[in-house]
């Protein structure tokens, strides 16, 4: 049925949408990150310093 091929796209792109925004708030919010960003800031750029 093609009638319904639009409705069907407008589902998968809100699912990966909305599954997108998910992942990325919680890898935003997430203490882990917090932590190790906090404690090695000086090192990791330090680390992008290239010398050639």
Do not use: A, C, E
């Amino acid at each position: 049925m093609p009638q319904m091929m639009p409705l069907n796209w407008l589902m998968l792109f809100s699912f990966f949408s909305i599954l997108l925004i998910m992942f990325n708030v919680m890898n935003y919010y997430s203490p882990f990150n917090k932590m190790m960003s906090s404690s090695s800031t000086k090192t990791s750029i330090k680390s992008l310093i290239w010398k050639w």
